[in-house]
């Protein structure tokens, strides 16, 4: 598959769309005789896609083929300091050197820190800058396993609510995205279908056209929620609160379904009495609602049918982000919702993705390794720490002297910015980043090498919001040098004098091996037996085993068990936390950093630090187009009129955001987009915002209850007017 491509004068070649987005997208690129992509498209034939791309993706050619991708090995010039640089002269303190000669001295350069510190001094840093299978984790993990880098805990996402949906129903695993045009009720819950997981929103439109209410639960007005037919603005991080609220009037007025429970749930009763606690006028003083408003919605939510719930990773970015996961997740399980085909919820379907992890990632390598033995695990959401802190204490293990990034932008994206700047300015850090574009984190590069996109590359992927299997042809040649996640680590692997044979497989029998492919030409992993790579080759999409027949056999999870957790039920009492110790109930703990915490006096504004509508967190904010469809609220401070007037501001006023942590400066747009007590403004690269310095200046390090995950919507801060003369100098 990475052979020369076919010369056909025109060909139509099956991509699949490796942003991180639940959505998974069915590509079709356009490739003239000269093997230059000219359109790309969304596949018709995907049941999902639809034929359609998002905003952000319909542009794709903009940054394929953008002037300032990055297209050659560079190296940082003789003397040249570390640290931000103007865009558009980056290069200036870069020279080009040929990919031979920058894997030689990478190689050696790693090979000296491992020898001298030893190897956990090393630390990659990498998250869903593709989600591609083989790009995501393949050739990448076995290099770090067999060399004893340190392991990375990868939580800045997704990790609270994975762990904790997992804790009440064992796999990511819920309703078939199709079915939610069956749906009589849509409840959004931290989810901006509309924002970033637009395939769904056909669906809910046509639920909608067949009488179904939408409701929105978030802080934010998103564009959802502006559509929705009712937005319901409650409180950063009282999303637990609400669930419980609901299970208290769910309870109270009988509307459970006792036979579902009784089948399929495990720990009914102290679930019960824990809802108790949680009376309407209790969660009302939390939420910001009415107590009348939280019946309503227990109401509506228990007695409609069905019922559909779109839990997004939103919801999880607090610091009881697990606990509210957990107490949302009961509620189809509570009123039986996931009985009747178009109810019961989704928050990820990922786990019915059963690649053959082991074959691909080979974690055995790490006993091949010079430690013997499986390294130490650092939290990517910690980063900060880790590169200023870590070798203080002899427990700890290693400072860490090099680090690798690729599939990430750490310099825009970690939270806690100033402390991780701090770590990433250290003269003796080795840095090696792995890219398409001169970003906020390949400023503190010492390489920098060139990426490749999911055109330019072959893999095969699942989805996070669907149920299809997808093989991502290479369409194109990558342009200049630029090379993928694949060829990098295993050149590498070769360079460091790694014997093992699977340094040298290709991305076709990688494929093949995360197909786990037998005898007879057809996948073995569970839900894949059907498929051959032939087919996919064929196909491009071909649906789990369980999604073959959706209208004779429909897939409705967890209608009947084995549930795959201890008890094998639906866990609304978990198992696994009351082994551990720990409270095995949803239950509501205030975040620290909120209204209720002890540093609301100083700071008493709650800061959402939310991800642009038309970036990808921090990918295609460099672009032009990108930038425009993002004019709107780029910059902009968002509060409420009554905290604005409260501190003299106007909308358009220059003012300062700040904490114990940083500050920044943005211009105040009052609006109705957040409650009272609540500002909002989006993340974009460092260097593109004023005074070189984005939201993650506010962010902590801080750490979700379940999961150790990033508290991004966590923060406290303060707002004040800033001088017109500070903004010009910011
Ligand atoms: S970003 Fe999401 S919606 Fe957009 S094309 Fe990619 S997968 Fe589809």
Avoid at 626 to 641: G, Q, S, Y
Avoid at 705 to 715: E, K, L, N, P, R
């Amino acid at each position: 598959m990475s052979a020369a491509l076919p010369t056909a004068p025109f060909r139509i070649v099956h991509t699949v769309c490796s942003h991180d987005c639940p959505d998974s997208c069915a590509v079709l690129v356009s490739v003239d005789g000269e093997g230059r992509a000219v359109k790309v498209a969304g596949d018709p034939s995907q049941p999902v896609t639809q034929g359609f791309l998002c905003g952000k993706v319909a542009k794709y050619l903009d940054r394929v083929y953008a002037p300032e991708r990055i297209l050659y090995p560079l190296r940082r010039k003789s003397g040249a300091q570390k640290g931000p640089r103007p865009r558009g002269r980056e290069h200036e303190v870069f020279e080009r050197l040929s990919w031979d000669e920058a894997l030689d001295e990478i190689a050696a350069r790693l090979q000296e820190i491992a020898n001298r510190f030893g190897p956990e001094s090393i630390l990659p840093y990498s998250y869903a800058g593709t989600i591609g299978v083989l790009g995501n984790a393949s050739m990448d993990r076995r290099f770090f396993h067999r060399m004893g880098a340190s392991q990375l805990d990868r939580t800045i996402c997704s990790e609270a609510g994975g762990v904790a949906w997992n804790l009440v129903y064992g796999k990511k695993i819920g309703m078939i995205t199709e079915d939610f045009r069956l749906a009589k009720l849509v409840l959004a819950w931290g989810a901006n279908i509309h924002g970033n997981n637009v395939h769904l929103w056909p669906f809910v439109e046509q639920a909608r056209r067949n009488g179904a209410r939408l409701i929105v639960i978030d802080p934010y007005r998103t564009r959802t929620a502006a559509l929705a037919d009712w937005h319901i603005a409650i409180r950063p991080g009282t999303d637990a609160a609400l669930a419980l609220g609901l299970m208290h009037v769910i309870l109270n007025e009988g509307l459970e379904d006792r036979a579902y429970i009784d089948a399929m749930t495990h720990g009914f009763e102290q679930l019960a009495q824990r809802a108790r606690e949680y009376t309407p006028e209790r969660v009302a003083a939390w939420t910001g609602m009415t107590a009348v408003e939280i019946e309503q919605l227990a109401r509506e939510y228990a007695t409609t049918r069905p019922a559909a719930l779109r839990m997004n990773y939103g919801v999880q970015r607090s610091e009881n982000g697990g606990t509210a996961v957990m107490a949302i997740a009961v509620l189809p399980a509570l009123t039986g919702a996931w009985k009747v085909r178009g109810g019961g919820a989704q928050l990820s379907t990922s786990g019915a993705f059963a690649w053959n992890k082991q074959a691909l990632e080979r974690p055995d390598l790490a006993l091949a390794s010079p430690l013997g033995r499986k390294a130490r695990t650092v939290n990517m959401s910690t980063l900060g720490q880790a590169l200023t802190e870590l070798g203080a204490k002899p427990e700890g293990g290693p400072p860490v002297h090099a680090l690798f990034v690729y599939n990430s932008n750490p310099g825009a994206v970690a939270p806690n910015q100033n402390a991780v700047r701090r770590g990433l300015m250290r003269p003796e850090l080795f840095t090696v980043v792995h890219e398409l574009f001169f970003t906020d984190t390949t400023d503190y590069a010492d390489y920098i090498l060139p990426a490749t996109t999911f055109l330019e590359h072959t893999d095969i992927q699942g989805a996070y919001g669907h149920y299809f299997v997808q093989l991502s042809q290479q369409s194109i040649e990558p342009p200049g040098e630029a090379r993928s996640n694949v060829w990098l680590f295993g050149q590498l692997a070769q360079r460091m004098g790694f014997p093992e044979a699977c340094f040298h497989d290709t991305p076709e029998e990688m494929i093949r091996q995360a197909l786990a492919i037998g005898a007879n030409g057809h996948s073995t992993n569970p839900g894949m037996e059907h498929i051959t790579l032939d087919d996919l080759k064929q196909h491009g999409h071909i649906p789990l085993g369980f999604h073959l027949n959706p209208e004779t056999h429909p897939f409705q999870p967890y209608t009947s068990g084995p549930v795959p957790t201890p008890s094998e039920k639906i866990e609304f009492y978990s198992e696994i936390l009351a082994a551990d110790g720990l409270d095995p109930l949803p239950g509501f703990v205030p975040p620290t950093e909120s209204r209720w915490g002890k540093d609301a006096q100083r700071f008493p504004l709650e800061f959402l630090s939310r991800k642009a509508d038309n970036y990808m967190n921090s990918t295609f904010a460099n672009l032009d187009s990108h930038r425009k469809m993002e004019a709107r609220v780029r910059n902009r401070l968002e509060m409420h009129p009554a905290d604005a007037a409260a501190r003299g501001i106007a909308d358009g006023d220059p003012v300062r955001i700040f904490n114990d942590r940083g500050s920044l400066r943005l211009t105040a747009l009052v609006n109705g987009s957040v409650p009272a007590g609540v500002v909002a403004a989006s993340l974009d690269w460092a260097k593109l915002s004023p005074g070189g310095i984005n939201v993650n200046a506010l962010t902590s390090e801080r750490l979700t209850d379940i999961g150790a995950a990033a508290t991004f919507y966590s923060v406290l801060v303060e707002v004040a007017k800033a001088e017109q003369k500070q903004m010009q100098e910011a």
